[in-house]
């Protein structure tokens, strides 16, 4: 308790320390050890200052040059996997970790009742009861390991022993195959540099069957062009730009809302695309503001907001939460510290309020958080935040 911050028997938090005066660092939150796995933030480098900030994840450590091979949140292909000294890497508090351990055996407890071969159930909304700044200051993101996968989602590969090669390859979810309890996914890039020591290699599209322990969440901060999700009267669809060119043309996907229908299609241009249905050919157009795709049959699919499309979204519930974040300022607040696929919302007050609220939604997980910090006592926690 003395190494967060408190006193003697009481745990002291001050308000949260974001970027540009309001995300934590590694000074006000403490770190733990690094291991594959492990989330962490980049401190430290001078020949790239500019991803000093920057959010990622340990894939694993390189004996031979000492350094961590990690994968940045957000990242662009080309600059998603780096090797980094020991010395630039802050490992993220362990109280987000302790969350995510939580959430993922419960999570292994609810697939060995299901039965290995049934998909995980939807994991999308967590609240965290009884919340005060210091959770508006914590990192979020390694809860989503938790979050069940989705078609269309991009992801990064990792822990796979037969095809060590493959290991940091990024690749898109097509669908899950319950006869196998498996996800398909369709590699994202060549790795044609990865060959095998069988002589194999892989090309952007090749498909793998895989384990959900072997797919990492790997969620872009925004999306642009044609490229993302999209929304048709409701129903999510991604357009996927996978590989190089065959020829002159660049090919991709369009990935249904189950995964079920992943249909070709042919880039036109920057903004523009056509995709086969039937043996009719229809072509989709990017609208002026790059917010809607304008078919050629008169249908019009829309791009999801962050709240809409967002892997998990986390909502602190709390009579304590800081005044100081007025609600006009707070949604600035929280756009400085959001880390991508994770939308982060506060309710002030209590959780009765909350459920009563037009912005309520029914979540998979609750955490119920600070019931020392209730002014009555643990045994008023629900009176304090019911």
Known sequence: LKAVGGGEGRRSRGPPQHPAGMVPTPATLGSGPLRAGARVRLHGLNGRKELNGR??????HVKETGRWKVVLDGE?????????KTDNLQALPSYSDALARTLLECRRRAAAVAGDSAPLAKFQTLHVVGATGWELGLCYGEVLEAVRHRPGDLVTLSGLSARPELNGTRAIVER??????????????????KVAPTGGSASSGSAFVLKPANLLHTPMYRHEGIQGPWLQDGDRHVVCLMGGLEGDVRRGKCIGPDGDIAEDIVVLGPKSFSMNIEGETHIATLSEDGNSLMWSDGDTWVRPSAREDALLRVVLIGPDLPEEYEAAKLAAVLDGCLEPGVHLEVFRGSYESFAASAGYALPEAIILANPGLCPQGVLDFFSWAP
């Open 55 to 60: 959010l990622g994840k340990v894939l694993r």
């Open 76 to 84: 662009a292909h080309d600059a998603a996997s780096l090797a980094l």
């Open 176 to 193: 899950f195959v319950a006869e196998k309890g498996r996800w398909k996914v369709i590699l994202d890039e060549a790795t044609d540099d």
